[in-house]
């Protein structure tokens, strides 16, 4: 995964600019790197349009600034928006899910396994994956619900619904 995450110019573009925010434990998560995943697997020489990229970190000292971040993002990149979280305060707005701690563990509380996957650019330019579930799913097109009592069957329906995956990506299985 690593590699096809370094392979990805924009992608790569993208890292360096969030770890020059120097935030806490922080990760791109989710569609951005699930979808990414998945279209170069499937062959894709386009990548699949992005709803949003997801910049997730945790700093329970800091209430507030996501805003401030994405627009700074957007700045940068205006083809794409961003939706920044501090996960130490998601609690705090869904009620349903549990207090963490750490971003990781907020990438672990994502509704499908394979959309549990974040990456950082560490200072040496090397990528630190985080990886909850593994990887088996996001590699092997399995799209499962996570096993936690907040993700019901139905949100996770609605969401694969939604996003129409098996249209755009055939070879997924969804469970």
């Given at each position: 995964?690593?590699?096809?995450?370094?392979?990805?110019?924009?992608?790569?573009?993208?890292?360096?600019?969030?770890?020059?925010?120097?935030?806490?434990?922080?990760?791109?998560?989710?569609?951005?790197?699930?979808?990414?995943?998945?279209d170069v697997l499937h062959?894709?020489?386009?990548?699949?349009?992005?709803?949003?990229?997801?910049?997730?970190?945790?700093?329970?000292?800091?209430?507030?600034?996501e805003k401030e971040i994405?627009?700074?993002?957007?700045?940068?990149?205006?083809?794409?928006?961003?939706?920044?979280?501090?996960?130490?305060?998601?609690?705090?707005?869904?009620?349903?899910?549990?207090?963490?701690?750490?971003?990781?563990?907020?990438?672990?509380?994502?509704?499908?396994?394979?959309?549990?996957?974040?990456?950082?650019?560490?200072?040496?330019?090397?990528?630190?994956?985080?990886?909850?579930?593994?990887?088996?799913?996001?590699?092997?097109?399995?799209?499962?619900?996570?096993?936690?009592?907040?993700?019901?069957?139905?949100?996770?329906?609605?969401?694969?619904?939604?996003?129409?995956?098996?249209?755009?990506?055939?070879?997924?299985?969804?469970?």
């Open positions: 995964m690593k590699q096809i995450v370094l392979d990805e110019k924009w992608l790569l573009n993208i890292l360096r600019s969030v770890r020059a925010l120097d935030l806490p434990d922080w990760y791109l998560a989710a569609g951005v790197i699930r979808n990414t995943v998945w062959g894709y020489k386009k990548r699949t349009k992005l709803n949003d990229i997801d910049l997730v970190y945790f700093d329970p000292k800091k209430k507030g600034g994405e627009e700074k993002l957007h700045k940068l990149y205006p083809k794409y928006t961003f939706e920044v979280v501090n996960q130490a305060m998601v609690h705090e707005i869904y009620t349903l899910k549990p207090a963490v701690k750490s971003a990781c563990g907020g990438i672990a509380t994502f509704v499908e396994t394979p959309t549990c996957v974040g990456v950082r650019l560490e200072d040496d330019d090397s990528l630190l994956v985080c990886a909850p579930y593994g990887l088996e799913d996001l590699f092997t097109f399995h799209v499962q619900k996570v096993s936690l009592p907040f993700i019901s069957e139905e949100l996770f329906t609605q969401r694969v619904t939604k996003k129409n995956w098996k249209k755009i990506l055939p070879k997924l299985v969804i469970f």
